[in-house]
């Protein structure tokens, strides 16, 4: 199984980014797809979920700001990020659990400037 995230970048507060992470290797119809994120210094914190069948979790943090969607023909999972803020500078990265195992994309960094 591998993951591809893409998206990433430097951002002024205010301003919007999307992630893309690509999957292969996986029936990603039927696995529950995560973005996690990591601040420098900071444990690795799971920013939102979908399930296989479309329900949507956030973290607290990014409610109301930010959208995880997928795409299952295009084996795609992607977060739409709104309203950025220098608190969401981390590196960003894709998940999935497949038949019991963590399957982790490379993060992708997003950097945002105030």
């Known amino acids: 199984v591998q993951l591809q995230a893409s998206g990433g970048g430097l951002v002024q507060a205010g301003g919007s980014l999307r992630l893309s992470c690509k999957v292969s290797?996986?029936?990603?119809?039927?696995?529950?797809f995560d973005w996690y994120r990591q601040a420098p210094g900071e444990q690795r914190e799971m920013v939102a979920s979908i399930s296989s069948s479309g329900n949507e979790n956030y973290a607290e943090f990014v409610k109301g700001r930010f959208a995880i969607s997928r795409d299952n023909i295009r084996r795609t999972g992607f977060l739409q990020m709104n309203s950025l803020t220098p608190e969401d500078t981390a590196t960003y990265y894709c998940h999935l659990r497949y038949y019991g195992m963590d399957h982790w994309g490379v993060g992708t960094l997003v950097t945002v400037s105030s």
């Open positions: 290797g996986s029936n990603f119809k039927i696995t529950t």
